[in-house]
């Protein structure tokens, strides 16, 4: 299907992994959340997360490789997504057919 001079391509569908690292800071917000949340709260906050790191399997194309030091350090070819909130941001790469979240992070924290 062709819109004037830009074809339409199909999506790519890409299997999500999440390493060892992003998942020592999802284990850590969870800590911290319930400091400051009830249960339900914390996990509700929690699952949107974990949404979110999903629908990398069909946007995760959609993100361009940064040219950020703070997020290139995490991989050569990082890319970044925020949180709904704008208060995480997830690191991820591709590779061949997957996408690997390397870290989420605060976006406080990514400066340069």
Known sequence: MQFGTATLR????????VSRKAWNDIEDLADFLLTV???????????????????LALFADLY???????????????????????????IFHIEDDTVIVDRIRPSKIITK
């Open 10 to 17: 199909k999506m790519k569908n890409y299997r999500v992994r």
């Open 37 to 55: 949340k009830d249960f339900e709260s914390a996990r509700r906050y929690l699952d949107t997360m974990m949404a979110e790191v999903q629908s």
């Open 64 to 90: 361009c490789i940064s040219t950020m030091a703070d997020i290139l350090k995490y991989h050569l070819k990082a890319r970044r997504m925020a949180s709904h909130n704008r208060r995480w941001v997830y």
